[in-house]
């Protein structure tokens, strides 16, 4: 999810979550991008005007770059179309985001299938320039789909704690390796001068804190133990500064859960119980230090639930700017929730 505007808007991805953990094929299709209308609680799919006839498109993470109304998408295309990051003029009437407009597409030969998690935008032009998570160290699959092959070496790296996976620097089409090589990144995020990011280690559970140099480099300045696994990370705009970064960030309180839920994936008659995964939501304050780059942190628990009468496995935790709402999304589920 990406606030757009003043904030009462918002622009939420819509990932296939079988095409990841289901094996075989992955056929043609389009997932659309949703609008939410924060005060209404309403979401109605975005038109995409321009884009490739005969590629899929299957988001991911997403970016917004509010200087030039620029959305990036992670598109997990397979067969139709490869790894890819998609590019859109958001159109806007009022402050309601009205369409999208395709820009450009970026693929690179680092990007293989089904790699790539989330995106920041960096700058747009005169080229573009993005970070992009890898959470799996290698593909996930080829043009059959994911296969069960792929799907071991990520559980084994996982369990052996092999430090495979990078964060990707793309100028353009040029793309680089940079960060330390950790088992598994997902969430990022730039701070508001754009000198600072952190990234979701998922292996390690906790977040990678990062000084970004002059040629797009990452020096690591930092990490944050959370103890519990992560996802998604959001930015408090209120209570951040210039020497604080405040995040709300979720996942499933135990990583063996995952396995569990995604059997339920694709199956008739799923019960509340079936995704009921104990999750929590927590936020993160970092404070940059008196050189900007000797970070210290503290961590909050806001919520712990089985989330029986909710959404269960959350994976999305993010505060409407300007408002005491919080929007939580689900990898297992269709829809959002919306608390005060």
Same mark, same amino acid.
């Given at each position: 999810? =990406?606030?757009?505007?003043?904030?009462?808007?918002?622009?939420?991805?819509?990932?296939?979550?079988?095409?990841?953990?289901? !094996?075989?094929?992955?056929?043609?299709?389009?997932?659309?991008?949703?609008? @939410?209308?924060?005060?209404?609680?309403?979401?109605?799919?975005? #038109? !995409?005007?321009?884009?490739?006839?005969?590629?899929?498109?299957?988001?991911?993470?997403?970016?917004?770059?509010? *200087?030039?109304?620029?959305?990036?998408?992670? $598109?997990?295309?397979?067969?139709?179309?490869?790894? %890819?990051? =998609?590019?859109?003029?958001? &159109?806007?009437?009022? /402050? %309601?985001?009205?369409?999208?407009?395709?820009?450009?597409?970026?693929?690179?030969? !680092?990007?293989?299938?089904? /790699?790539? $998690?989330?995106? +920041?935008?960096?700058?747009? *032009?005169?080229?573009?320039?993005?970070?992009?998570?890898?959470?799996?160290?290698?593909?996930?699959?080829?043009? $059959?789909?994911?296969?069960?092959?792929?799907?071991?070496?990520?559980?084994?790296?996982?369990?052996?704690?092999?430090?495979?996976?990078?964060?990707?620097?793309?100028?353009? *089409?040029?793309?680089?390796?940079?960060?330390?090589?950790? #088992?598994?990144?997902?969430?990022?995020?730039?701070? +508001?001068?754009?000198?600072?990011?952190?990234?979701?280690?998922?292996?390690?559970?906790?977040?990678?804190?990062?000084?970004?140099? #002059?040629?797009?480099? @990452?020096?690591?300045?930092?990490?944050?133990?959370?103890?519990?696994? @992560?996802?998604?990370?959001?930015?408090?705009?209120?209570?951040?500064?210039?020497?604080?970064?405040?995040?709300?960030?979720?996942?499933?309180?135990?990583?063996?859960?995952?396995?569990?839920?995604?059997?339920? @994936?694709? !199956?008739?008659?799923?019960?509340?119980?079936?995704?009921?995964?104990?999750?929590?939501?927590?936020?993160?304050?970092?404070?940059?230090?008196?050189?900007?780059? $000797?970070?210290?942190?503290?961590?909050?628990?806001?919520?712990?639930?089985?989330?029986?009468?909710?959404?269960?496995?959350?994976?999305?935790?993010?505060?409407?700017?300007?408002?005491?709402?919080?929007? &939580?999304?689900?990898?297992?589920?269709?829809?959002?929730?919306?608390?005060?």
């Amino acid at each position: 999810v =990406e606030f757009v505007g003043d904030g009462t808007w918002a622009i939420v991805s819509n990932m296939d979550p079988i095409m990841t953990f289901k !094996m075989g094929p992955v056929s043609e299709a389009t997932f659309p991008l949703f609008a @939410l209308d924060v005060n209404a609680e309403a979401l109605s799919p975005l #038109p !995409m005007n321009g884009f490739p006839a005969g590629v899929s498109f299957r988001p991911h993470g997403i970016s917004y770059y509010k *200087e030039t109304s620029t959305l990036g998408v992670v $598109n997990h295309a397979w067969a139709h179309g490869g790894e %890819r990051v =998609e590019f859109f003029k958001v &159109i806007f009437e009022g /402050q %309601r985001p009205a369409a999208l407009e395709y820009m450009k597409s970026i693929v690179s030969p !680092m990007m293989g299938h089904g /790699q790539l $998690n989330d995106l +920041q935008i960096l700058e747009v *032009e005169p080229v573009v320039k993005f970070y992009v998570t890898k959470w799996w160290g290698h593909p996930l699959g080829d043009d $059959n789909g994911p296969n069960v092959f792929a799907k071991a070496r990520f559980v084994g790296g996982l369990i052996l704690g092999l430090s495979s996976c990078t964060i990707l620097y793309c100028e353009g *089409e040029k793309c680089r390796e940079t960060g330390d090589a950790v #088992p598994g990144y997902n969430g990022i995020y730039i701070s +508001q001068d754009r000198s600072k990011l952190a990234a979701v280690v998922l292996g390690d559970h906790g977040l990678n804190l990062f000084d970004i140099l #002059p040629n797009g480099d @990452l020096r690591t300045i930092g990490h944050v133990h959370v103890g519990l696994p @992560l996802d998604n990370i959001y930015p408090d705009i209120e209570r951040s500064s210039a020497r604080k970064q405040v995040f709300y960030t979720a996942g499933i309180r135990r990583g063996i859960d995952l396995l569990y839920a995604t059997e339920s @994936l694709g !199956m008739a008659n799923i019960t509340r119980e079936d995704v009921a995964i104990p999750t929590h939501a927590r936020r993160v304050t970092i404070e940059w230090g008196d050189d900007n780059s $000797n970070p210290s942190f503290s961590v909050e628990e806001l919520f712990s639930t089985r989330a029986r009468h909710n959404l269960g496995a959350w994976s999305v935790f993010a505060k409407a700017p300007k408002s005491d709402k919080f929007i &939580i999304g689900s990898f297992l589920e269709a829809g959002l929730l919306v608390c005060d």
